[in-house]
Structures are given as C-alpha cells and as structure tokens.
C-alpha cells in the first residue's frame, strides 16, 4: 500500500465527521433561510431572499449588530490591554511561577455559564459585593446603559487569561541579547516595549485577535446567562437574537437568516484578518 | 523597592482573578437570610446547607454524571479520530496537506449558531435528543480541528526516521501510529485531551437545545435553568457553582503547564 493511500484511511474518519456534523448544517442552515419554516404549524415555504429583505427592515436586528459590534470591539480591546499588562508583569523573574499562572488560568477553566451567574450575583443592585466596595447603588443589569458594560466587564474577565497565556508565550520567544544590546545603545525601558518588545510580539497580537475577534463576535452564553439580552434588548447580541428566534418562537427560517448573517460576519472579519497577515507577512 | 512592587501587583492579579469565584464560595456558605445584608461580608455560622439542598432530590448528581460521561467519551472519540488524522497528515500524506489544515482551521471559525438549528432538526428526527449520544457527536466533531492542530504540531516534531525504522522493521502504518507515534506523543496527546475535556464540560449552546430533560442535561445548562419557587436561589446556586469549578481548579493546578503548551501550541503553530 502506497503512503498516500494508507493516508486516506487515517483523514477519513476525522474529515467524514466533520462533513456531516459542520458543513452539511451549514449547507442546510442556508437553504432553511430561505424558507419561511414555522415548526408549531408545520408550515415550510419556499420565499426566496424574503427573510433576509424583512431582516433589512428589522431594527432589532440592527439594534444586536450594533450591540455585538460594541461588545467585540470593547471586550477585545480591553483583553489586548490587560493581557498584555499581565503577560508582561509574569514574564519577570519571581518565585511560584507555576502558582501564579494557575491562578490567572482559573478564569479561563470555569464554565461561561458559572461565571456570568458568578458575576450576576456580583452585580446584583441591592446585595451585590459590587455596589458595597465601590459604594454604589447601581442597577447595573436593570440599566440600560451599564447593563452591555457589565457583560463587558465580565467577558474581560474570563477571557484575559487566554489573552496573556498566549502573548506570555510570545515574550518567552523574544532572544535576552535583543535587550541587552537595545540597553547597551541607551534604550529605557518605554522605548525597549515600544521598538523591541511591540514590533517581535506583533505576529502574536494578530493571532490573538483574530481568535479572540471571532469568538466575541458569536458571544451567546455570557449574555444570555447574564442578562438574556434584556434590559429591553439593549444587551442583545446576534447570536442571542437568533437563538430567541430559532428556539423560543420557532421561525425556524428568519432565525436561520439570522445565523446565516453571523456566519457571514465572522467568516469577513477572518477574511480581513487573514489579508492584514498576509500582506505583513509578504512586506517582510 | 521593585521587587516588592512586582509581588504587590502580583497579589492584585491574583485578587483579580480568583475574587469572583472566593466571593461565590462565601455566599454558598453563607444562611438565607445572611445573603440579603451586606455587610458583614463573612457568613457568621458557616453553614452547609446550600450544599445539602443541592445534592438532595439526586437531580444534580445525575447532571454531574452526565457532565462526566459527555466530557469522557468526547474526549476519547476526539482524541481517538483526530490523532488518526494528524498522524495521517504529519507522517503519511503528501499532497493537500495544507489543504485540510486549512479547511479544518476554517471550520473551528464556524459560528455554533450558524449550525445549531440544523443540527437539532437532524438529531430529533432520527430520534436522538435529550441522549448522550447526540452531545458527544456534536462535541466530538466540534473538537477535532483543535485536536488536530495541536497533534498534527506534536507529530511533526518526531523525527521521521523513527516512523522509517519501524516501518522497515515490518510494522504496518497502524502499529507504527499505535505502538511508536502514540506512546512518544503522550505530553502533547495529555495537553488536548485537558482542553478537549474542558471545552466539552463547559459548552452551553448545544447543551442547552439538544437536551430537554435530566435524561441528558449538563452542568451549564442546570445551572442556568437552576429552579426556583419565588425567588433566585443565590445560595444553591454559589454551592453548585463551587462544586462543578472545583474539579476544573484542580484540573488547572495539576496540568498548567500541559494546559499553558496545548493553548499556545493550537496557536502558535497555527
């Protein structure tokens, strides 16, 4: 047996798999939206690119693109920012390293789903541990405008970890000599972070954005734990607006239209990260 | 001086880190009526009632034993598949190597929306909702592009002489993927099998539309959906949370640094 025909017997599996489990759905997610499919009634007609011509029109559509816009760009920022700070205050030298990064990773391993219940109690306006250190009375899940910052705020948290893992291991790879040598030509520290430090991380930064950029753009458990979308769906995100849709009134195919637009969003936003790489990879 | 400063921001990060969690595990401990005042912030009798209460009536054991069997046999299957295809891609093919790879990157992009409703129309038409079965292929199959990433990196590093050497030794391609690539991955097949098992412990979505009844419902979804009479049962709710976090932290202390090299290996080389 030739190596590529032994090959194909160990792909198989694995490629089969994920044929029928993630592009077959895709494939049918897509004919569902453009079908007007009501599961209670037993109603499925075709109607062409009507669902996606109604979406146009829906300004609670518009209203969780915007909100899922904001919360990408201001979790993902926030993450970079912090991540950042933490990979570098645990890239110095100290005693119980292993200690520390256990510490910072715990945020990552605990359950979406237990930390925004973690965080509701947190934020609770009339016992919440939130209100007595900072001497507050905030409503911060009743109100409209803290109510998206307070989804925020958590996802920072459970998500900085990863963020500083990753760029840790990026500072890690950075040779000890570039610093010295920078030091020798009289570099203080501000401009060792900003000539050697930032340009060596950069690739790093980019991976960790592209990873990150796609998962806050499809953010559905933090949400819809935290706040279900409410107060008056000013915390509703894409992916918690057609889940309401698919699942709660059973228009199978609006919702549907729904996912096939957050599918679209997220495969432009890797489309547009890839190109950003791509060039800087061909400048070098 | 700086030293010192360094230890004080240290100590913040890790206040910052763990605060939430601590502050759950002091309101699980914490009597009803003490969690409706604030201060003091310590419950005066620790108590252990909120534990008691969640795990009478036996429905979040079963939910824990659905939890464990889902996350186990995900992992076994994920593991099992997709070492299969890396060892096929880092030892064995030539060509549209970098094809697959691609085409399995791009699917772990795949929005879990975009999918989910397919997927339930699918599982309940051939009679698999509110089953194990129908969260382990889902998971199964969600794992594999990590799977493959991380293992397809690890594989490579093995020098091919060893898979030759066996080779001319009269192994078949599967005993030298069984007896010789597996055994020497072990580090990097251990680092996957941690993230596969959190991932899957942790999943809400699919959860959440796959299964209906406590036949097959996970930790996530119970404690979303967590019942209660009149109001929110702060303290049940702190006493399940700590309990399915605990076997995650210890997860976390016992393998950091496998955890540490599978995140940044699933990156870095990706």
Redesign the interface.
Known sequence: MKRSEAATWFIAPALLLLAAVTIYPIIHVIYLSLHRKLLIFGISEFVGLQNFLFLLKDGRFWGALGNTAYFTALSVSGELILGLALALLMNKAFSGKGFVRAMVLIPWAIPTVVSAKMWEWMYNGDFGILNYLLGTKVNWLGDPFWALHAAIMMDVWKTTPFVAILLLAGLQLIPPDLYSAARIDGAGPFRLFRHVTLPLIKPMILIVLIFRSLDAFRVFDAVYVLTGGGPANTTETLSVYAYKVLFQTLQIGYGSALAVVVFICVGLIAIGFIGIMGRRVAYR | MR?GL??I??ML??F???G??L??LI?SLKMDYE?????P?LPENPSLVHYIAIFKGRMFLRVIANSAVVASLTTLFALA??S??S???AK????YKAL?LG??L??S??????????????IRSIGLRDTWWALI??Y???S??LT?WILTSFFRELPDEIYYAARVDGCT?FQS?YRIVLPLSAPGIFATAILVF?FS??E??YAL?LTSTQASRT???A??L?PGIHEIP?GE??AA?VT??AP??I???AF??R??EG??GG??K?
Do not use: E, H
């Not at chain 2, 969690?35 to 201060?39: A, S, W």
């Not at chain 2, 992009?109 to 699918?122: E, G, K, W």
């Open positions: 030293k360094l230890y921001s240290l990060v890790i910052y880190s763990v939430p969690l502050w759950q309101t969690l409706t005042r604030i201060p912030l598949i997709g299969l295809c060892f096929g891609l064995l093919a030539t060509r697959i085409f399995v791009s699917i992009m795949f929005p879990p929306i975009a999918t989910v409703s397919p997927l339930y129309l699918v292929i889902t199964t199959t969600f594999l592009p493959i391609p993927y959190i412990w942790n809400f979505l539309t930790i996530p979804v404690i979303a967590f702060w709710i702190a949370s399915v976090t995650l932290i997860l976390v202390f950091q640094r955890i540490i995140l940044t990156a870095v990706g």
